[in-house]
C-alpha cells in the first residue's frame, strides 16, 4: 500500500494509544502513526442524522459524562461534547484522512442488531470518498452487519471479531470473503491458529498487553496480527525479540 514501506511495528494500535492519550480521538490515532505500526483500530456508531463517527461506547457517558446513547444526538450535538473536557468526537472521515498512507485502519462497526439503520451504507461511503478501500478493513462482533457490509461493496477488505472460539465460522468466511479473524487471546489455541491459517486467514489476537502474553505470542502465534493497548511496550518487544 501506497506510502507505508517504512512502517516497521507490525501490530494494531488498539483505538490508538489509549494508555497516553484519550482513546478513538485524533491526537490517540496521530501517536499509532508516530510510533510507526502497521495498523490500528478504530470504533464507529452512528449519529442521529446518520454521520459514522467514532467512539467505543454506544453510551456518551464514560468518554463525555453527556447522558444518554450515541444514536440519541445529531453529529452537530455529538461535536459539541468532550472527550476528557478537551477533545472532539472524531467523525470517521476526518479520521480516515489524517491516517491515510499512513497504516491500514481496522475499522469496527458498534453494530448490534438493527440499532444503527444504515450504518454499513454509511461507512461504505465514507471510505470510498476518501479514497481508503484498499487501506482498510471492515470488521464486527455482528457478523450480520459484515455481511451487509459485504452486500454493498464487493472490494472492501472484511473480517470478524468474537469473545471465543468458533470452529464452524469458516463456511461463512468463505461465504463473504472474509480476510480477517479476530480471536480474544484466552480463547485461542494451538489448534484454532493452524485452522485459521488452513484456511489462509489472517489471525488477529487480542488483547496483547503484558508481558507474558507478548511472550505467548512469540512463542506460540508469531503470525498473529497482535491488538494492544501499549504500544511503546510492544514496540520494545519486537525490537528486542522478534525483528
Not at 485459521?196 to 489476537?205: K, Q
Request: hydrophobic share 40%.
Amino acid at each position: 500500500m501506497k506510502g507505508m514501506e517504512s512502517m516497521k511495528v507490525r501490530g494494531i494500535a488498539h483505538r490508538g494509544y489509549p494508555v497516553k492519550y484519550y482513546e478513538n480521538t485524533l491526537p490517540s490515532f496521530q501517536a499509532a502513526c508516530d510510533l510507526s505500526f502497521t495498523q490500528l483500530e478504530l470504533d464507529v456508531h452512528l449519529s442521529k442524522d446518520g454521520v459514522p463517527m467514532v467512539m467505543h461506547d454506544a453510551s456518551l457517558q464514560r468518554m463525555t459524562g453527556a447522558p444518554g446513547q450515541f444514536k440519541d444526538y445529531t453529529a452537530a450535538e455529538l461535536r459539541e461534547l468532550r472527550i476528557g473536557g478537551t477533545e472532539v468526537i472524531p467523525t470517521l472521515e476526518e479520521s480516515l484522512r489524517l491516517l491515510k498512507d499512513k497504516l491500514v485502519v481496522s475499522i469496527e462497526m458498534k453494530q448490534t442488531g438493527d440499532l444503527y439503520p444504515g450504518l454499513e451504507e454509511a461507512v461504505v461511503d465514507v471510505v470510498r470518498k476518501t479514497g481508503m478501500v484498499d487501506q482498510v478493513y471492515v470488521i464486527s462482533f455482528d457478523h450480520f452487519s459484515v455481511a451487509r457490509l459485504r452486500e454493498l461493496d464487493k472490494d472492501i477488505d472484511v473480517g470478524l471479531v468474537f469473545s471465543g472460539s468458533m470452529p464452524y465460522v469458516f463456511p461463512f468466511m468463505k461465504e463473504i470473503r472474509g480476510k480477517y479473524l479476530a480471536v480474544k487471546l484466552p480463547f485461542l489455541t494451538e489448534k484454532y491458529a493452524g485452522m485459521i491459517a488452513d484456511h489462509d486467514l489472517e489471525l488477529i489476537a487480542w488483547p496483547v498487553d503484558t508481558e507474558e502474553e507478548m511472550r505467548l505470542i512469540k512463542d506460540k502465534y508469531p503470525q498473529a496480527l497482535i491488538c494492544t493497548n501499549e504500544l511503546e511496550r510492544w514496540s520494545a518487544f519486537v525490537q528486542q525479540h522478534m525483528s
